[in-house]
């Protein structure tokens, strides 16, 4: 096996490799004058397993064709095999036409990526209309959760934490966790007019009143979900709010805003960045395994 890390991979896949006792290398990636994309493996892959690793943030699309490219020149070099460990796989979200005339872009992009790879692992993919991967990919999948990561960061850091979800999709974040360390949770209502337009309310009676409340979702984005869950949630003046993802997209200056909203953020490293303080490259490595 080659563990291979692409442009959005290389805060990964070395690690992965060295959990594995792989074989690790980078891609060369670069770009003609006119702009077009240059890919050059530096180590050979006949005949070998290739696990490419790749996270799908801010370049999105760019990263697409990196993939792909990467993926085919593989197979032209003759891998055994090409698996995709993609820790953020992106278009989850537009799963549906949900105005006449839009792209459902999951349902062009699962396709894709069936024909170059044997094998694709996504972590906490953002499955909502469509519920298993298999209605997203023909070849073979593997979904992966980073809620054991999160439950024992939570049980590690808090006492007696209350966990809450900002609306029903996220259950099986926060009640999930919560059910996993014995703690109590909450699922908000969640009502979205545009990408920055959410409104969100409490459903539950209940008392976070001096508590550890800690809102889990998977996706942080424009971070208006949170926002609004932070502004319900201080009504019932906590001790404190954490705010965990797994997938701390951090659109704009969200991160900024959620911490002047009083508070604290952690993230895993699905995307890197500052708050990046959960680790899945064993959840990946033991998958692979
Ligand atoms: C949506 O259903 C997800 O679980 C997240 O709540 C959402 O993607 C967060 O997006 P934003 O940060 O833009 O509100």
Known sequence: MIVVSCSKGVHLGAKIAARLKAEHTALKVSRFPDGELYLRFLKNVRNKTVVLVQSFYEDVDEMIVETLFAAATAIELGAKKVILAAPYFPYFRQDERFRKGECVSLHVIGPLFDRYFDRIIVIDPHLHRENTLKHVFRT????????????????????????????WESYKWARKTAEMIGAKSSILEKKRYSSYHVEVRLKDRIDLRGKEVIIVDDI???????LETIKNIRKLRPGKIVCICVHGIFAGNSLRKIRNAGAVVVATNTI????SKIDVSKLVADSLK
């Open 140 to 167: 073979a999948s593997v979904r992966l959760t980073a809620n054991p990561l999160i439950a024992e960061y939570i049980k590690r850091h808090f006492r007696n934490p209350v966990l809450i979800g900002p609306d």
């Open 220 to 226: 942080i984005s424009t971070g208006h979900t949170i």
């Open 272 to 275: 890197p960045s500052g708050v």
